[in-house]
T-cell receptor, first 114, second 116 residues
Framework: GESVGLHLPTLSVQEGDNSIINCAYS??????FIWYKQESGKGPQFIID?????DKRQGQRVTVLLNKTVKHLSLQIAATQPGDSAVYFC?????????????FGKGTKLSVKP | GAVVSQHPSRVICKSGTSVKIECRSL??????MFWYRQFPKQSLMLMAT?????????EQGVEKDKFLINHASLTLSTLTVTSAHPEDSSFYIC????????????FGAGTRLSVL
């Protein structure tokens, strides 16, 4: 059943501002990371990925930063738009592992104010 | 990007009935498919992993006789919720992975199951 009292962290930003969504991952052996965007009532959508041999990777309006020392991942969205409003999940996996299943973070809800 | 189709998007059923959800990879061969369950305002919870032609591997606490998974081809996996009860009401999401597409999982749109 549903957990009572569980709330997603929420980030509220003004349209046009930059957004930074943070994620702490748990497994030191994880070497591949993905950010997903999930809009209400829909499945997660791939945004950007990064391997552990990189510290930074850029896409269109998005940048992912990886700090392996403190096991921290962040997603930066430039010039945030109303269409960016969604829940964002980071996911980690041991890419070279036998299973390579994704482990999802708890998610952050991004609300963009027009 | 790769496309995963999931049907139905929404289903309402009576308690005690069984419900089948389909997940198809449309433009790639899915060597592995995953089934997740998601409660409101929570993250995705992995239920099971299936490889084509093999029995599914269920996560701890997930009843395999309750949630039947079939992955008969490289493009189709099904999840059947047997004898559904109101506590099975949830958002079910499938994903598919092809190792030629790195380790990215591509997700279906999800199925909202409501058991009355």
């Amino acid at each position: 059943g549903e957990s009572v009292g569980l709330h997603l962290p929420t980030l509220s930003v003004q349209e046009g501002d930059n957004s930074i969504i943070n994620c702490a991952y748990s497994n030191s052996a994880s070497d591949y990371f993905i950010w997903y965007k999930q809009e209400s009532g829909k499945g997660p959508q791939f945004i950007i990925d990064i391997r552990s041999n990189m510290d930074k990777r850029q896409g269109q309006r998005v940048t992912v930063l990886l700090n392996k020392t403190v096991k921290h991942l962040s997603l930066q969205i430039a010039a945030t738009q109303p269409g960016d409003s969604a829940v964002y999940f980071c996911a980690e996996t041991d890419y070279g592992g036998s299973q390579g299943n994704l482990i999802f973070g708890k998610g952050t809800k991004l609300s963009v104010k027009p | 990007g790769a496309v995963v189709s999931q049907h139905p998007s929404r289903v309402i059923c009576k308690s005690g009935t069984s419900v089948k959800i389909e997940c198809r990879s449309l433009d790639f061969q899915a060597t592995t498919m995953f089934w997740y369950r998601q409660f409101p305002k929570q993250s995705l919870m992995l239920m099971a992993t299936s490889n084509e032609g093999s029995k599914a591997t269920y996560e701890q606490g997930v009843e395999k006789d309750k949630f039947l998974i079939n992955h008969a081809s490289l493009t189709l996996s099904t999840l059947t919720v047997t004898s559904a009860h109101p506590e099975d009401s949830s958002f079910y999401i499938c994903s598919a992975r092809d190792f030629t597409l790195k380790n990215i999982q591509y997700f279906g749109a999800g199925t909202r199951l409501s058991v009355l």
